[in-house]
Nanobody
Framework: QVQLVESGGGLVQAGGSLRLSCAAS????????MGWYRQAPGKQRELVAS???????VYADSVKGRFTISRDNIKNTVYLQMNSLKPEDTAVYYC?????????????????WGQGTQVTVSS
């Protein structure tokens, strides 16, 4: 059973930094891509950043230059380093992994999600 376990959220002042981690387990397949989404109150969930197993990255315009996504392919872990945080970054951050895992067997790639971690940036 695929599980994504997140850590690293919290409360920080504007201008501060946080680092999120997410470890994927329970599958013999490697997640590709892995990424982070966020959802603020009253808003839709949006992509923050994603990274392929080869290291190609995509960032939302709002976080470019401030956030850095990275991953450890051996540990199936993805990280999000968040610097120069702003109050508008406040949201629940969700880890995402795409895996061709259907009950442990190869199948159509699907999204798996973590439980979410709260990031609050005070002004």
């Amino acid at each position: 059973q695929v599980q994504l376990v997140e850590s690293g959220g919290g409360l920080v002042q504007a201008g501060g930094s946080l680092r999120l981690s997410c470890a994927a387990s329970g599958s013999s397949f490697s997640p590709n891509p892995m990424g982070w989404y966020r959802q603020a109150p009253g808003k839709q969930r949006e992509l923050v950043a994603s990274i392929t197993s080869g290291g190609s990255t995509v960032y939302a315009d709002s976080v470019k230059g401030r956030f850095t996504i990275s991953r450890d392919n051996i540990k199936n872990t993805v990280y999000l380093q968040m610097n120069s945080l702003k109050p508008e970054d406040t949201a629940v951050y969700y880890c995402n992994a795409v895996l061709p895992d259907v009950g442990g067997l190869p199948g159509k790639p699907r999204d798996y999600w973590g439980q979410g971690t709260q990031v609050t940036v005070s002004s």
